[in-house]
């Protein structure tokens, strides 16, 4: 499953338009408003394509660090951020399963990550194993986590005439539904909030619980 991602993605990036779809476009907005970015932060963007959202924060944060499975999303990450003469964004070749392929995360201190629009690519298990990546990558310094994605609030059934509006395809797509996200943070130390942008498309909020002494 990750090589098709993989390819697909490879022959896509040279033209790859991320605000497409208007619902990821809305959920990209979303996410990049709830991460509340601090000049403090160091923020990972897992599944980042070309690099535009983590580019688009930049302005306001210490450092953004995108990783994404495609090297030709990746590259065109790198050029994107070369154009607009930011300095404080690295991108590099990963996946949910294997964030680290190129960089070792934990140094940096994560504060928050953010992911949009991509962890509909695995499984109900795979997504809970991504989840408990994100927080061993954090650790410590990890305070959020913010996922905008196609998460079904209602029957897909009912919308079937959305799908392509919406950006999704049954055929190779694994949405699950707001339960099923919210029960992966089930017995972690986060507090979880969710936005509904569109029945079958919102936006979780997972801020880590204050320790009261």
């Given at each position: 499953m990750d090589k098709s991602i993989k390819e697909r993605f490879d022959m896509a990036s040279k033209e790859y338009v991320t605000d497409r779809y208007i619902w990821r476009f809305r959920s990209a907005q979303l996410v990049s408003k709830l991460v509340d970015p601090d000049i403090n932060d160091?923020?990972?963007?897992?599944?980042?394509?070309?690099?535009?959202?983590?580019?688009?924060?930049?302005?306001?944060?210490k450092?953004?660090?995108?990783?994404?499975?495609?090297?030709g999303m990746v590259e065109q990450a790198i050029e994107n951020a070369r154009k607009e003469n930011k300095t404080n964004v690295q991108f590099y070749i990963g996946t949910f399963d294997k964030p680290e392929e190129k960089i070792n995360l934990k140094e940096t201190h994560i504060t928050k990550i953010i992911t949009n629009y991509a962890l509909h690519h695995l499984n109900l298990q795979k997504k809970k194993k991504a989840i408990e990546n994100m927080l061993n990558i954090g650790g410590q310094s990890l305070q959020t986590i913010v996922i905008g994605d196609l998460i079904f609030f209602e029957n897909p059934d009912n919308f079937k005439d959305e799908f392509n509006t919406i950006g999704y395809g049954p055929e190779s797509d694994n949405p699950s539904t707001v339960e099923?996200?919210?029960?992966c943070f089930t017995n972690l130390p986060f507090i979880v909030d969710v936005h509904k942008l569109?029945?079958?498309?919102?936006?979780?909020v997972a801020n880590k619980k204050k320790v009261i002494s």
């Open positions: 160091i923020i990972l963007d897992m599944g980042c394509g070309t690099g535009k959202q983590i580019i688009e924060l930049s302005e306001y944060i450092l953004g660090i995108g990783i994404d499975i495609s090297n099923e996200m919210i029960a569109h029945p079958l498309v919102g936006v979780l």
